[in-house]
């Protein structure tokens, strides 16, 4: 059985910054790329950064300069450090995996990332 499970969202002022994690079991992580979503109410699920096989990343421009990603495949794990955050990264924030080989593309549930003073 897969499971994403993401932790680490809660509420923040702006500047502030927080870590999400979101911890794999039932695939074979390092073969998978892993991801960051996010959904703000209203609008549509975007990519905000995603990590391949061999560490190579990409982000959304909105958060550039501001957000990291990384995993640890021995640990099964996928990180998005976010500093410098703003009311507009308010957000319910999802973990994605996808193997474009197995066909597989599998979602957590989602953390709530919520940027206010």
């Known amino acids: 059985q897969v499971q994403l499970v993401e932790s680490g969202g809660g509420l923040v002022q702006p500047g502030g910054s927080l870590r999400l994690s979101c911890a794999a079991s039932?695939?074979?992580?390092?073969?998978?790329?892993m991801g960051w979503y996010r959904q703000a109410p209203g609008k549509q699920r975007e990519l905000v950064a995603r990590?391949?096989?061999?560490?190579?990343?990409n982000y959304a421009n909105s958060v550039k300069g501001r957000f990291t990603i990384s995993r640890d495949n021995a640990e099964n794990t996928v990180y998005l450090q976010m500093n410098s955050l703003e009311p507009e990264d308010t957000a319910v924030y999802y973990c994605?995996?996808?193997?474009?080989?197995?066909?597989?593309?599998?979602w957590g549930q989602g953390t709530q990332v919520t940027v206010s003073s």
């Open positions: 039932g695939i074979s992580f390092s073969a998978y790329v």
């Open positions: 990590i391949f096989r061999g560490g190579t990343t």
């Open positions: 994605n995996a996808v193997s474009t080989a197995w066909g597989h593309d599998f």
